[in-house]
């Protein structure tokens, strides 16, 4: 490794661990601070924070990668996206703030459900804990699979070795800094994120001549490169978009909405979380573009479609900034790591310790488990991903659909429908998990294909768990009458949400 590509990515290290202590220091005396900051975030840290959280080595490694191999066929899962994180700030964000903290400020996905449906037999926030802890787990070994493969792709190092420092790094600051840790350095990352991703597809389309001839070298490789329908059935298409769905369900986005200062700032939070991921996914796909253009031009040697924007970082820039940009890979991986560990050891310790085993721990008993269990989850994940040939998009892709769909109608439902219930909820989401995990995992195929392959295992599971809530709901005894001025609480922040 180059000397000064090592002292910048050595100087991104002692930045995020610098921001661990200063978060230790300033919101980790509660159970409710280590969890969400207080409450306190200002909209651009939380939007920045959803936003880098939400995209991981995806972003700069999985997307570019696809389009790489696909060309703008692949193009669609980012179109999905992006109409889901605008859906999921307008009908999600505001509601879900309003109620979370009316509802004696509720810490977590399973404690909102519990109290939004008054499930005395704890059986909601049981079923929903394990449906987080399973398949963040999953979703965690995917980042730490991208690290791995960034050390021996950009440095040499062996895959197991960049695995373990990725994630002794996050596991540093999360452990010790909490929520507040893991947004302030969330908002650094996305800040990383974001000047890469212009910088990088534009450098290297004018290395290429200009646009016009970055598209002609892609386009003398495969004319139907520019055909968004090349290759792809309507099913592939809809499968695509389909990825738009999961935000609702996605706990490590939608606990930003719970820690912001106010329902007021839900507008300015979504101009500037939208913007933000609107330009970075632009640049992706334009990695993938420019990319497959300069390895045809140069004969550079790619083994991994996947660390395509690594080649272009080592081969284009001074070290200096060669270091800068593999930190943003890194930063979009962390980000997503420490969210993912942070709302995973929230419920292993509100949602399982705290209720029932200790009840009456101390805040500073709770905060102590908050980091065993972050450890704990760390440690599992980095066993699953030891595997080097785990591909990345899909680790995600998979994680992604469980959480969609077991969570994504489940809380629509919960914060637009009074009649709702608690049996209703507990039907959806386990309706949701075990489609997805059947699609994934079933010894049946369709046509002779894997159901995965035929569509995206989100959209039965999505289906499926509307279905399972809507039907058990009407069957049932909604929750109690007293939790109609929840409702109206949510009505007033609707209000704030259409006012800007």
Same mark, same amino acid.
């Given at each position: 490794?180059?000397?000064?590509?090592?002292?910048?990515l050595?100087?991104? /290290?002692?930045?995020?661990?610098?921001?661990?202590?200063?978060?230790?220091?300033?919101?980790?005396?509660?159970?409710s601070?280590?969890?969400?900051?207080?409450?306190?975030?200002?909209? *651009?840290?939380?939007? +920045?924070?959803?936003?880098?959280?939400? %995209?991981?080595?995806?972003?700069?490694?999985?997307?570019?990668? *696809?389009?790489?191999?696909?060309?703008?066929?692949?193009?669609? #899962?980012?179109?999905?996206?992006?109409?889901?994180?605008?859906?999921?700030?307008?009908?999600?964000?505001?509601?879900?703030?309003?109620? !979370?903290?009316?509802?004696?400020?509720?810490?977590?996905?399973?404690?909102?459900?519990?109290?939004?449906?008054?499930?005395?037999?704890?059986? +909601?926030?049981?079923i929903?804990?394990?449906?987080?802890?399973?398949? &963040?787990?999953?979703?965690?070994?995917?980042?730490?699979?991208?690290g791995?493969k960034? &050390?021996?792709?950009? /440095?040499?190092?062996?895959?197991? /070795?960049?695995?373990? @420092?990725?994630?002794?790094?996050?596991? $540093?600051?999360?452990?010790?800094?909490?929520? @507040?840790?893991?947004?302030? !350095?969330?908002?650094?990352?996305?800040?990383?994120?974001?000047?890469?991703?212009?910088?990088?597809?534009?450098?290297?389309?004018s290395?290429l001549?200009?646009?016009?001839?970055?598209?002609?070298?892609?386009?003398?490789?495969?004319?139907?490169? /520019?055909?968004?329908?090349?290759?792809?059935?309507?099913?592939?298409?809809?499968?695509?978009?389909?990825?738009?769905?999961?935000?609702?369900?996605?706990?490590?986005?939608?606990?930003?909405?719970?820690?912001?200062?106010?329902?007021?700032?839900?507008?300015?939070?979504?101009?500037?979380?939208?913007?933000?991921? #609107?330009v970075?996914?632009?640049?992706?796909?334009?990695?993938?573009?420019?990319?497959?253009?300069?390895?045809?031009?140069?004969?550079?040697?790619?083994?991994?479609?996947?660390?395509?924007?690594?080649? @272009?970082?080592?081969?284009?820039?001074?070290?200096?900034?060669?270091?800068? @940009?593999?930190?943003?890979?890194?930063?979009?991986?962390?980000?997503?790591?420490?969210?993912?560990?942070?709302?995973?050891?929230?419920?292993?310790?509100?949602?399982?310790?705290?209720?029932f085993?200790?009840s009456?721990?101390?805040?500073?008993?709770?905060?102590?488990?908050?980091?065993?269990?972050? +450890?704990?989850?760390?440690?599992?994940?980095?066993? $699953?991903? %030891?595997?080097?040939?785990?591909?990345?998009?899909?680790?995600?892709?998979?994680?992604?659909?469980? &959480?969609?769909?077991?969570?994504?109608?489940?809380?629509?439902?919960?914060?637009?429908?009074?009649?709702?219930?608690?049996?209703?909820?507990?039907?959806? #989401?386990?309706?949701?998990?075990?489609?997805?995990?059947?699609?994934?995992? *079933?010894? &049946?195929?369709?046509?002779?294909?894997?159901?995965?392959?035929?569509?995206?295992?989100?959209?039965?599971?999505?289906?499926?768990?509307?279905?399972?809530?809507?039907a058990?709901?009407?069957?049932?005894?909604?929750?109690? *009458?007293?939790?109609?001025?929840?409702?109206?609480? %949510?009505?007033?922040?609707?209000?704030?949400?259409?006012?800007?």
């Amino acid at each position: 490794m180059n000397s000064e590509t090592a002292i910048s990515l050595g100087g991104y /290290f002692v930045l995020m661990l610098g921001i661990g202590l200063y978060a230790w220091r300033k919101s980790t005396s509660n159970v409710s601070e280590f969890m969400l900051g207080g409450r306190q975030l200002p909209p *651009a840290v939380a939007a +920045l924070s959803a936003g880098a959280s939400d %995209m991981s080595g995806w972003m700069l490694m999985g997307l570019p990668g *696809a389009v790489y191999l696909a060309g703008s066929s692949a193009v669609w #899962i980012a179109v999905g996206l992006t109409i889901g994180a605008w859906a999921n700030y307008r009908l999600v964000a505001p509601r879900l703030r309003s109620y !979370t903290e009316i509802a004696d400020d509720a810490l977590t996905i399973p404690d909102y459900l519990e109290k939004r449906f008054a499930d005395n037999s704890r059986a +909601l926030r049981v079923i929903a804990s394990l449906v987080i802890v399973i398949f &963040f787990t999953l979703y965690t070994s995917a980042g730490l699979v991208a690290g791995g493969k960034l &050390f021996e792709a950009s /440095f040499g190092y062996d895959y197991r /070795f960049g695995l373990m @420092l990725t994630a002794s790094v996050v596991v $540093l600051y999360t452990l010790f800094g909490g929520f @507040l840790a893991v947004s302030l !350095t969330d908002f650094v990352q996305g800040c990383i994120m974001f000047i890469a991703l212009v910088l990088v597809p534009i450098v290297t389309i004018s290395y290429l001549g200009g646009w016009s001839e970055t598209q002609a070298e892609v386009t003398a490789l495969n004319p139907d490169y /520019f055909n968004w329908f090349a290759g792809v059935s309507t099913i592939g298409i809809i499968s695509s978009l389909a990825w738009g769905l999961g935000y609702f369900g996605q706990p490590h986005i939608i606990v930003r909405f719970m820690a912001v200062r106010s329902v007021a700032d839900m507008p300015m939070m979504r101009r500037i979380g939208m913007s933000w991921m #609107i330009v970075t996914v632009i640049g992706s796909v334009l990695c993938g573009i420019a990319g497959l253009a300069y390895v045809t031009r140069t004969g550079t040697a790619l083994t991994d479609p996947e660390t395509i924007f690594i080649v @272009l970082s080592q081969t284009l820039f001074h070290p200096y900034i060669t270091g800068f @940009l593999l930190a943003a890979i890194l930063a979009a991986i962390m980000s997503t790591i420490s969210s993912q560990l942070l709302v995973s050891s929230s419920s292993l310790t509100e949602d399982f310790y705290k209720t029932f085993l200790r009840s009456a721990a101390s805040q500073r008993e709770l905060v102590m488990v908050g980091r065993a269990a972050t +450890l704990s989850v760390a440690v599992v994940a980095a066993f $699953l991903a %030891m595997d080097r040939s785990s591909n990345i998009l899909s680790l995600v892709s998979n994680a992604w659909a469980g &959480f969609g769909a077991a969570f994504g109608p489940v809380i629509l439902l919960s914060l637009h429908w009074r009649r709702m219930t608690r049996q209703g909820a507990l039907a959806g #989401i386990v309706g949701g998990a075990l489609t997805v995990l059947i699609w994934l995992y *079933a010894p &049946f195929t369709i046509n002779g294909q894997a159901p995965t392959e035929v569509i995206y295992e989100i959209i039965p599971g999505f289906i499926v768990c509307t279905i399972a809530a809507v039907a058990v709901s009407h069957f049932g005894k909604p929750a109690p *009458a007293a939790l109609d001025r929840h409702f109206d609480a %949510m009505a007033a922040a609707q209000s704030v949400r259409n006012a800007g």
